[in-house]
């Protein structure tokens, strides 16, 4: 074991309170103006190396002096941590209770439940799907970054007093420790982002460094240590710097200035569209460990981060990350829309008022008050009971029967109305899956991505009330059915799509009907836009949009956005039809029309004013996706196969209907028919199955 140094008294450092300021701030300004400060969420990485030496340097002080107890740091925790996510906790069920429809608060109560026990990020990483809400509509999305830093908290003491008893080398721990997670974050984040981002054992570095950092004030000879010394005598060779001391604080103060550089140059050059964490996420976490190592005393740590400003906003910079989001979520909802400059700003200043409060009037009695351990039992009481109440209204689907809910429950039930694939057999043979209405071999091949998945419901309820053929489903979501086409980011499983098709063809000798269908829409209108914007999932801002669809044939590639490869991709898909049409009876499936009108949440304009609706329930189907139609009816009356055109159902007379004749909507989404309205409702396709 390393030699001892005596690190018993350990002084405030209010630089340390500046750099939580320009963490939390980064990432307010990240969250309320993203398209000034892009990369201001590499503040919750700055929060992770903080508070991976800051809980380090208490526990090896603890050790030290060997007063360490469990029972004693899990207290200071709760007392910590407990008072304002308590209150932030309670405000969001309070506020959701009024303004959420039933699927919204069902979610809310979720993460209530989630945030109560730490596992926020578990959850959100399972939310994660293709038919995930927006992050707009989920108040606590930010404490995925609270349950990593807890789920730490609780397994680093163990890990460092069980090294401390074994008299084993902390800092070779921590090092492995570090290593492995960040080996496991190089590994997935270009195949696994999701996990990357919400998982500890890919997020565990950050902090560990934070802690091998702490370790080097209690231990001599360290790395750190030795790297100081063989610099200053660098210096001293090529400078002539007479008093060695001069040396020292020369490197102190580049050190510091290297430190904040490179977390300016993160907060402002890094984007969402980088792959993160990843190796970006060094740069922030480095620039963070120079500045604590450079000391309290460097220039730019007294004077920029030392100052009474920078001091104040690290004090409440806990309830400051713990409000500003919910406040900024809930005025999206209300209004159903991007918040404007005034709103946002207002909100910033909002938050800030709410955070002083917080803290001053209950994060800081509870904290550093008399009766220590009467006020951890009702912290863990009252966090209990408002876990229990999230469940509570998790298992209860929101409480449908609230007053603003209960107006709206025809918008829950169709946004949450999707059955596929109820009521499908699961079908595998040699690593090919289908869903069919039946075990006997399929006449009927209905092929494309999640706009073919919804007729499955249909399907399945003529089975049940007429003689149905056998029929089955090869879909995976967003993968079109064209030979040659591709998407290298966020549809790579689809590269091999149409070869198992043809697989499937190969060894299905009863099929005699083939139905290609997907969102045509999707990939030949939105994905040829020049701009190809849409809303970052995670901020309010206007991104490019992560798909990119091109055709690729022997090497040459043609992208959709401002190339040749919509021309292509149609070309293609004519193609396949035609060689398809010599052996079956081919049909193409047009796609229903799309659009943010068709969302059912949108039928709501201002959830403070119930009555408040857009001003008609049809609109002209657009003209894009009619000329799209009937460039897709040309093609594939040309190759000889037939078309299923929705539009006439939908649209009559080219107006299209969001609610049926009973007021509900027909949608679940922008884009995909409710299931119920499918089961109900005789379509074009069923000729298909009955003729």
Same mark, same amino acid.
């Given at each position: 074991?390393?030699?001892?140094?005596?690190?018993?008294?350990?002084?405030?450092?209010?630089?340390?309170?500046?750099?939580?300021?320009?963490?939390?701030?980064?990432?307010?300004?990240?969250?309320?103006?993203?398209?000034?400060?892009?990369? @201001?969420?590499?503040?919750?990485?700055?929060?992770?190396? *903080?508070? @991976?030496?800051?809980?380090?340097?208490?526990?090896?002080?603890?050790?030290?002096?060997?007063?360490?107890?469990?029972?004693?740091?899990?207290?200071?925790?709760?007392?910590?941590?407990?008072?304002?996510?308590?209150?932030?906790?309670?405000?969001?069920?309070?506020?959701?209770?009024?303004?959420?429809?039933?699927?919204?608060?069902?979610?809310?109560?979720?993460?209530?439940?989630?945030?109560?026990?730490?596992?926020?990020?578990?959850? !959100?990483?399972?939310?994660?799907?293709?038919?995930?809400?927006?992050?707009?509509?989920?108040?606590?999305?930010?404490?995925?970054? !609270?349950?990593?830093?807890?789920?730490?908290?609780?397994?680093?003491?163990?890990? &460092?007093?069980?090294?401390?008893?074994?008299?084993?080398?902390?800092?070779?721990?921590?090092? &492995?420790?570090?290593?492995?997670?960040?080996?496991?974050?190089?590994?997935?984040?270009?195949?696994?982002?999701?996990?990357?981002?919400?998982?500890?054992?890919?997020?565990?570095?950050?902090?560990?460094?934070?802690?091998?950092?702490?370790?080097?004030?209690?231990?001599?000879?360290?790395?750190?240590?030795?790297?100081?010394?063989?610099?200053?005598?660098?210096?001293?060779?090529?400078?002539?710097?007479?008093?060695?001391?001069?040396?020292?604080?020369?490197?102190?103060?580049?050190?510091?200035?290297? @430190?904040?550089?490179?977390?300016? =140059?993160?907060? =402002?050059?890094?984007?969402?569209?980088?792959?993160?964490?990843?190796?970006?996420?060094?740069?922030?976490?480095?620039?963070?460990?120079?500045?604590?190592?450079?000391?309290?005393?460097?220039?730019?740590?007294?004077?920029?981060?030392?100052?009474?400003?920078?001091?104040?906003? @690290?004090?409440?910079?806990?309830?400051?990350?713990?409000?500003?989001?919910?406040?900024?979520?809930?005025?999206?909802?209300?209004?159903?829309?991007?918040?404007?400059?005034?709103?946002?700003?207002?909100?910033?200043?909002?938050?800030?008022?709410?955070?002083?409060?917080?803290?001053?009037?209950?994060?800081?009695?509870?904290?550093?008050?008399?009766?220590?351990?009467?006020?951890?039992?009702?912290?863990?009481?009252?966090?209990?009971?408002?876990?229990?109440?999230?469940?509570?209204?998790?298992?209860?689907?929101?409480?449908?029967?609230?007053?603003?809910?209960?107006?709206?429950?025809?918008?829950?039930?169709?946004?949450?109305?999707?059955?596929?694939?109820?009521?499908?057999?699961?079908?595998?043979?040699?690593?090919? *899956?289908?869903?069919?209405?039946?075990?006997?071999?399929?006449?009927?091949?209905?092929?494309?991505?999640?706009?073919?998945?919804?007729?499955?419901?249909?399907?399945?309820?003529?089975?049940?009330?007429?003689?149905?053929?056998?029929?089955?489903?090869?879909?995976?979501?967003?993968?079109?059915? +064209?030979?040659?086409?591709?998407?290298?980011?966020?549809?790579?499983?689809?590269?091999?799509? +149409?070869?198992?098709?043809?697989?499937?063809?190969?060894?299905?000798?009863?099929?005699?009907?083939?139905?290609?269908?997907?969102?045509?829409?999707?990939?030949?209108?939105?994905?040829?836009?020049?701009?190809?914007?849409?809303?970052?999932?995670?901020?309010?801002? =206007?991104?490019?949009?992560?798909?990119?669809?091109?055709?690729?044939?022997?090497?040459?590639?043609?992208?959709?956005?401002?190339?040749?490869?919509?021309?292509?991709?149609?070309?293609?898909?004519?193609?396949?039809?035609?060689?398809?049409?010599?052996?079956?009876?081919?049909?193409?499936?047009?796609?229903?029309?799309?659009?943010?009108?068709?969302?059912?949440?949108?039928?709501?304009?201002?959830?403070?004013?119930?009555?408040?609706?857009?001003?008609?329930?049809? *609109?002209?189907?657009?003209?894009?996706? !009619?000329?799209?139609?009937?460039? =897709?009816?040309?093609?594939?009356?040309?190759?000889?196969?037939?078309?299923?055109?929705?539009?006439?159902?939908?649209?009559?007379?080219?107006?299209?209907?969001? !609610?049926?004749?009973?007021?509900?909507?027909?949608?679940?989404?922008?884009?995909?028919?409710?299931?119920?309205? +499918?089961?109900?409702?005789?379509?074009?396709?069923?000729?298909?199955?009955?003729?």
């Amino acid at each position: 074991m390393l030699p001892i140094k005596d690190a018993t008294h350990q002084r405030y450092r209010a630089d340390i309170d500046g750099l939580r300021a320009l963490a939390v701030l980064s990432v307010v300004g990240f969250h309320m103006f993203p398209e000034r400060i892009p990369g @201001g969420f590499v503040g919750v990485d700055i929060f992770y190396v *903080i508070s @991976g030496y800051l809980i380090s340097t208490i526990i090896f002080t603890s050790l030290q002096t060997g007063k360490f107890s469990f029972v004693e740091f899990y207290s200071r925790r709760i007392r910590r941590i407990f008072p304002a996510l308590l209150i932030v906790l309670s405000a969001s069920f309070a506020v959701g209770w009024n303004i959420l429809l039933a699927d919204e608060y069902k979610q809310l109560g979720k993460h209530i439940a989630g945030a109560a026990t730490f596992i926020s990020n578990y959850i !959100l990483w399972q939310e994660s799907s293709y038919f995930d809400t927006s992050a707009t509509t989920k108040p606590l999305l930010h404490l995925w970054s !609270l349950g990593i830093e807890e789920q730490f908290y609780i397994a680093w003491p163990l890990l &460092l007093v069980l090294t401390w008893k074994q008299r084993l080398n902390p800092q070779v721990i921590i090092v &492995l420790t570090a290593t492995i997670s960040f080996s496991l974050n190089i590994a997935i984040y270009q195949s696994s982002p999701v996990e990357d981002f919400y998982s500890p054992k890919t997020r565990f570095w950050e902090l560990a460094s934070g802690s091998l950092l702490a370790s080097s004030i209690f231990y001599k000879n360290t790395f750190f240590e030795r790297f100081y010394c063989a610099l200053e005598e660098h210096l001293n060779k090529i400078l002539h710097l007479p008093p060695k001391k001069t040396a020292r604080e020369l490197l102190r103060n580049f050190e510091s200035v290297l @430190g904040v550089m490179l977390i300016v =140059l993160s907060v =402002l050059n890094i984007t969402k569209q980088n792959a993160f964490p990843g190796i970006l996420a060094t740069i922030p976490v480095i620039g963070t460990i120079f500045v604590i190592s450079a000391g309290a005393h460097t220039w730019l740590n007294r004077f920029l981060l030392s100052n009474r400003v920078a001091i104040w906003f @690290g004090t409440i910079s806990y309830p400051l990350y713990l409000w500003h989001w919910p406040l900024l979520a809930f005025t999206y909802i209300i209004d159903n829309e991007i918040p404007g400059y005034f709103v946002r700003i207002t909100t910033t200043v909002i938050s800030i008022a709410l955070a002083w409060a917080t803290y001053a009037i209950i994060e800081r009695p509870i904290r550093f008050g008399t009766q220590p351990k009467k006020k951890t039992v009702a912290l863990l009481s009252l966090m209990s009971l408002i876990g229990f109440t999230g469940c509570i209204t998790y298992w209860r689907e929101g409480i449908p029967n609230r007053s603003f809910s209960e107006r709206h429950n025809a918008i829950s039930e169709a946004v949450n109305d999707w059955k596929w694939p109820v009521g499908l057999n699961k079908m595998e043979k040699d690593g090919l *899956i289908l869903y069919g209405n039946s075990t006997h071999p399929p006449t009927i091949l209905i092929v494309g991505d999640s706009h073919v998945m919804q007729f499955g419901p249909r399907v399945v309820h003529l089975g049940q009330h007429t003689q149905m053929p056998p029929v089955a489903f090869m879909t995976d979501i967003g993968c079109p059915l +064209v030979p040659f086409v591709f998407d290298d980011e966020r549809h790579q499983h689809c590269r091999s799509f +149409v070869d198992k098709f043809r697989e499937i063809l190969k060894k299905s000798i009863d099929i005699q009907k083939i139905v290609i269908g997907g969102c045509w829409n999707c990939y030949f209108i939105d994905q040829t836009k020049p701009s190809g914007l849409v809303h970052h999932p995670q901020t309010f801002k =206007l991104v490019n949009d992560p798909q990119n669809f091109y055709y690729e044939k022997s090497g040459a590639k043609s992208l959709f956005r401002g190339h040749d490869g919509k021309k292509l991709a149609i070309a293609s898909l004519r193609e396949m039809l035609a060689d398809l049409s010599k052996n079956y009876s081919v049909y193409l499936l047009l796609d229903n029309p799309n659009g943010e009108f068709f969302n059912p949440r949108n039928i709501l304009r201002n959830r403070l004013n119930i009555t408040r609706r857009i001003a008609t329930d049809t *609109i002209d189907i657009p003209q894009e996706q !009619l000329n799209l139609n009937n460039e =897709l009816r040309s093609i594939a009356l040309g190759a000889g196969a037939r078309v299923i055109d929705q539009i006439h159902d939908l649209c009559p007379n080219n107006k299209c209907f969001r !609610l049926d004749k009973f007021g509900r909507p027909i949608y679940k989404d922008e884009n995909h028919l409710r299931s119920s309205f +499918v089961i109900e409702t005789k379509s074009k396709l069923d000729d298909v199955f009955l003729e």
